[in-house]
């Protein structure tokens, strides 16, 4: 009785069409693109504005009933996926483009605008939005601003917290609040920059402010050909060594060049290169061409086999295609992949990328590697076939000691994908107790109810009574990197 109460109460805030309660239309809730677990929400609710979303957490509230933001559904680290009920939040209804400040390169967008339309409403004005997922075709802006979410092109422009200047976000009891807005910056503490990858741990974000960007007047993209990944992960070092700062440098070793060979946006690549770099420059027209060469010769120092130069826009496209697809292209390969999201610094890529083939052997699954190199961002994907009895815990086990060697490496254990619940216990391998403490009282600070997306981003136990009711090792030392 007391969840048919609370589906009349949603079904009167936001209509009985946009709140889905059978099993048969909850079922594509059940996980995001971290598909190891799955679990039916209590509900989904759709609504279409701010008020709509503040009346909706207040009634949840009221019921102390859990809940779940949730955008494009894309997030690869389990964000999104209900851990026993929860209310799903879908912002997909509220996909508006609310305003365009071309004048001062701003533009106000709801939570459920996919990211690369964006780029194409304002592109007309000579502007765009630099973060650039390789999911952007799906993606949505909220969900990158729950994900703090990258792309190809961070390495020179930066991530998602480096484009967004303000927020509307809504706490758990249905409150509205804004944080920054349309200037610079404000006084007071960067509550912006705290939202901004908090995962939906906080509220529900409903308005976006971020920056627009004009595009480059010329661009110009090379495509290296290697025998080996250690000559190419040599390249991407001795590039950025020489004071190169490229729009992006990416990577891909034999078994992901596999599969992209295999899906929808084939180049030719020779059968028996051990790796391909995608090196772009973008900017002024003028030295565009010297940085170009300059790139090109690094890449011959470090034996290249081959090294082209995009002719064409649409070779250019093409070459950006067939790298943008290669997660999907893994299902070519393997029934299954696990994608992990761990950053090491530069110098490091070919000692963890041996690390990882050692991985890949003592578990006995293939690994094939996709990663934003200039940034040290890896994407390992893991391969398996789920219907293999006891395979889906050795993919867990495997993607763990990747994450280790990251860490290990002086790295971490996400550049853009998050936390979630994938990898909320990892997290002890880089901050301390008293860090992971100091975060879950700031996030109590939001929530004090432990309503919003419980279970994400930190350890158990997460909440600060219960760390409180605990005897905290290294608490008294005081040192962390929280904040």
Avoid at 96 to 104: A, G, I, P, S, W
Avoid at 180 to 194: E, F, I, S
């Amino acid at each position: 009785m007391a969840h048919e109460d609370v589906i009349r109460e949603l079904q009167a805030i936001v209509g009985p069409r946009w709140v889905l309660h059978r099993p048969e239309d909850l079922l594509a809730y059940e996980c995001d693109g971290y598909t190891l677990e799955r679990r039916p929400p209590l509900a989904v609710v759709q609504p279409d504005s701010t008020e709509e979303v503040s009346r909706v957490l207040r009634a949840l509230h009221r019921r102390r009933i859990p809940f779940i933001p949730r955008g494009a559904g894309t997030g690869l680290s389990g964000g999104a996926i209900p851990q026993g009920g929860e209310v799903v939040i879908s912002l997909t209804r509220m996909n508006r483009l609310l305003e365009v400040d071309v004048e001062n390169q701003r533009a106000v967008v709801q939570p459920g605008h996919v990211n690369l339309h964006l780029t194409q409403k304002v592109q007309g004005h000579g502007y765009y939005y630099a973060p650039d997922p390789s999911s952007q075709y799906a993606c949505t802006l909220g969900g990158n601003v729950a994900e703090n979410a990258g792309g190809p092109h961070c390495l020179k422009y930066g991530v998602t917290m480096n484009h967004v200047l303000g927020l509307t976000l809504v706490l758990p009891d249905g409150e509205v609040v804004r944080l920054g807005g349309k200037a610079w910056d404000y006084p007071g503490y960067d509550l912006v920059g705290l939202v901004v990858g908090s995962e939906g741990t906080m509220g529900v974000v409903t308005e976006i402010v971020v920056r627009l960007l004009r595009r480059p007047q010329a661009v110009k993209t090379c495509l290296a050909l290697f025998d080996t990944v250690e000559d190419a992960s040599r390249t991407v070092s001795g590039i950025t060594a020489r004071g190169i700062i490229p729009a992006a440098l990416e990577l891909m070793d034999r078994l992901a060049i596999d599969a992209v060979e295999k899906g929808n946006f084939p180049v030719g690549y020779p059968p028996d290169i051990q790796a391909v770099l995608i090196a772009e420059v973008d900017g002024l027209a003028a030295g565009l061409d010297d940085q170009m060469e300059r790139i090109v010769a690094v890449c011959r120092e470090n034996n290249v086999r081959e090294v082209r130069v995009a002719r064409t826009d649409a070779e250019r496209a093409l070459w950006w295609n067939n790298r943008k697809t290669a997660f999907g292209a893994m299902g070519k390969l393997a029934p299954d992949y696990y994608v992990q999201d761990g950053v090491i610094p530069r110098s490091k890529l070919t000692e963890v990328l041996r690390r990882i083939d050692e991985i890949s052997r003592e578990y006995g699954l293939p690994v094939a590697n996709v990663f934003h190199a200039g940034d040290g961002n890896l994407h390992p994907l893991v391969l398996y076939d789920r219907r293999q009895p006891g395979v889906v815990e050795k993919v867990v086990k495997a993607g763990s000691a990747i994450l280790k060697a990251c860490v290990d490496a002086g790295g971490t254990i996400s550049g853009e994908h998050g936390i979630g619940i994938e990898k909320r216990e990892d997290m002890r391998l880089v901050f301390t107790q008293a860090d992971l403490d100091a975060q879950s009282c700031v996030r109590e600070v939001f929530d004090p109810d432990g309503l919003a997306n419980p279970g994400k981003l930190l350890p158990s136990p997460a909440r600060c009574v219960d760390i409180r009711a605990l005897p905290v090792a290294g608490a008294a030392g005081g040192a962390g990197r929280a904040g």
